[in-house]
């Protein structure tokens, strides 16, 4: 940034002598209890330079910091907007990034990366050039006019000034704050679809590529994001350039969904924000339930929201979770009506719990997600699905993953589908449980017992009695597993069964089968049911 000055900075306060300069830049690089130790020692004509210096410091801190200091505290601040300054902030040190942040409406996302941040970008940086995209080209002039505005207003004080020959709504150049020569930063805005041409970008932001429900149910219009978002976007940065898409979720394969799902997923910075956290591992460290902004929208408020707008809204704008319609065996209701949270479960007695796997096939994790799916029943005949941890992972991987969810659940069982390599699939298991063994994982725990499954039945003829068994009431999901859920409700007979779906089948098949394992103690030789009704 360049040194930022207040307009009655009295220039001849500042020494010129090496040891001020060399005491502020010191300063610069104290702790901040040490800097309020040096101001309360330092000299009044001093502790007024120093004061200068914090303000300057202040502005450079963050764009949160800098939008408080220039609207006097009026700007909106939150911790979940502080995770987009700490984005912003390692982009302005030279970090290449690629980040995706998923959060609701109404909470401040496009006022703070797609305004007041590029505004501190660009002041940090003002030789660098910014895109910003949204789903219309007159979203995104509004954003471009408001930083251009802006640095009209608060170039003095942050060191920013306009072109005169490039001042745009859509595109504008800087310029040197003293000479008025062109500089080499600026910013161009476009709608998704639109040209990106000209200069490329040290920074693309991506605010809301999507409208509105018509455009996310499009096959056609997410088809021109995508080409959109392959073939102008990312052919326009320069080496090294960073990108940030910040987007409420429409639908499964929405922009976010398609990043999700793309080759390069890892590459991506996450950012998954809900209104109201359902997962133990928030970014924010929130604890299940609690509400993003309770400052401004508290549960009971979320809650009028959730009324007003369905599940199917609640679920994709509000949850980041988009739910797809459903298909022809279950439906939402049979899932959504009988769900109990974490807590509730506390007071449920499980007589069987088992993990049931039913792994990808290959040989690494470029195959199929392999399904990983946890379940327990009560004596009275109640299912209810604990976990699902499915994800991409090959045999050096699921074996051990669910080795793992049978310790976290104290499963009794671990159920494989056999039919693709036999006993291979057995041997997985048995060889991950001695590697966690050896590594004193399993705590001496008993193995759980390993139940071969040969899904010879059509894939209809397993789904439909643990469909019915939903349609019952029976079947109580835990928590949220918006993946899993997804599957069901969009599965279709004559389709190939998804491998969350196939894994969730197996475990209640078996908790469900009659032959199996009885729910009463002393079942297993070795009383590993002891304990439980």
């Known amino acids: 940034?360049?040194?930022?000055?207040?307009?009655?900075?009295?220039?001849?306060?500042?020494?010129?002598?090496?040891?001020?300069?060399?005491?502020?830049?010191?300063?610069?690089?104290?702790?901040?209890?040490?800097?309020?130790?040096?101001?309360?020692?330092?000299?009044?004509?001093?502790?007024?330079?120093?004061?200068?210096?914090?303000?300057?410091?202040?502005?450079?801190?963050?764009?949160?910091?800098?939008?408080?200091?220039?609207?006097?505290?009026?700007?909106?601040?939150?911790?979940?907007?502080?995770?987009?300054?700490q984005l912003f902030q390692r982009m302005a040190r030279g970090e290449q990034i690629k980040a995706l942040i998923t959060m609701p409406p109404r909470h401040g996302k496009s006022r703070r990366a797609a305004r007041w941040a590029p505004l501190w970008y660009l002041a940090r940086h003002p030789d660098h050039r910014i895109m910003v995209a949204s789903y219309g080209a007159d979203l995104a002039e509004e954003h471009s006019r408001w930083i251009r505005d802006a640095i009209v207003t608060y170039g003095p004080r942050i060191g920013l000034a306009l072109h005169a020959g490039s001042k745009a709504a859509g595109r504008f150049d800087l310029a040197d704050p003293v000479t008025g020569d062109r500089l080499e930063g600026g910013l161009v805005a476009a709608g998704v679809?639109?040209?990106?041409?000209?200069?490329?970008?040290?920074?693309?932001?991506?605010?809301?590529?999507?409208?509105?429900?018509?455009?996310?149910?499009?096959?056609?219009?997410?088809?021109?994001?995508?080409?959109?978002?392959?073939?102008?976007?990312?052919?326009?940065?320069?080496?090294?350039?960073?990108?940030?898409?910040?987007?409420?979720?429409?639908?499964?394969?929405?922009?976010?969904?398609?990043?999700?799902?793309?080759?390069?997923?890892d590459d991506w910075i996450k950012l998954d924000l809900p209104a109201i956290c359902d997962s133990a591992d928030d970014p924010l460290g929130r604890p299940v339930g609690a509400a993003l902004w309770p400052a401004r929208f508290g549960r009971r408020t979320l809650e009028k929201f959730r009324r007003?707008?369905?599940?199917?809204?609640?679920?994709?704008?509000?949850?980041?979770?988009?739910?797809?319609?459903?298909?022809?065996?279950?439906?939402?209701?049979?899932?959504?009506?009988?769900?109990?949270?974490?807590?509730?479960?506390?007071g449920v007695d499980l007589s069987r719990i088992v993990v049931a796997v039913d792994h990808a096939g290959g040989a690494d994790d470029l195959n199929d997600e392999a399904g990983l799916v946890a379940a327990g029943r009560t004596a009275d005949g109640h299912f209810y699905v604990v976990a699902d941890k499915s994800k991409r992972m090959g045999a050096d991987v699921w074996g051990h993953e669910a080795c793992r969810l049978a310790l976290e659940v104290d499963a009794d069982a671990?159920?494989?589908?056999?039919?693709?390599?036999?006993?291979?699939?057995?041997?997985?298991?048995?060889?991950?449980?001695?590697?966690?063994?050896?590594?004193?994982?399993?705590?001496?725990?008993?193995?759980?017992?390993?139940?071969?499954?040969?899904?010879k039945q059509g894939k209809r003829l397993r789904a439909e009695p643990i469909a019915q068994l939903y349609s019952q009431g029976l079947v109580h999901h835990v928590g949220e597993h918006p993946r899993l859920e997804g599957q069901l409700v969009t599965w279709i007979p004559g389709m190939d069964s998804p491998d969350r779906m196939d894994a969730a089948v197996h475990a209640l098949t078996e908790l469900a089968d009659p032959a199996a394992v009885p729910s009463t103690t002393g079942s297993y030789a070795d009383r590993r049911l002891t304990g439980r009704r």
């Open 414 to 455: 671990i159920v494989v589908e056999a039919n693709f390599g036999g006993d291979m699939v057995k041997q997985t298991v048995v060889q991950a449980w001695k590697e966690l063994a050896e590594r004193g994982e399993t705590r001496g725990r008993l193995m759980p017992a390993i139940i071969e499954v040969h899904a």
């Open 308 to 346: 007003a707008v369905g599940e199917r809204v609640w679920w994709s704008l509000y949850q980041q979770k988009p739910r797809p319609l459903e298909g022809g065996v279950w439906k939402w209701p049979w899932i959504t009506d009988h769900r109990v949270t974490p807590i509730a479960l506390r």
């Open 193 to 265: 679809g639109g040209g990106l041409t000209g200069k490329g970008a040290h920074l693309a932001i991506v605010d809301d590529p999507i409208k509105d429900a018509a455009d996310a149910e499009s096959p056609t219009m997410r088809r021109r994001l995508w080409e959109w978002w392959t073939s102008v976007l990312n052919t326009r940065l320069e080496p090294g350039g960073s990108i940030l898409c910040i987007q409420t979720r429409w639908h499964e394969q929405d922009l976010a969904g398609r990043l999700l799902e793309g080759e390069d997923a």
């Open 1 to 85: 940034m360049t040194t930022a000055t207040r307009p009655d900075l009295d220039a001849g306060v500042v020494s010129d002598s090496e040891d001020t300069l060399r005491l502020i830049a010191a300063y610069r690089r104290m702790p901040r209890a040490e800097r309020r130790r040096v101001a309360r020692r330092a000299s009044p004509e001093l502790r007024t330079v120093l004061a200068e210096v914090e303000y300057a410091m202040a502005l450079e801190r963050s764009p949160g910091s800098m939008a408080a200091i220039l609207t006097d505290g009026r700007e909106m601040q939150a911790a979940h907007l502080a995770l987009i300054d």
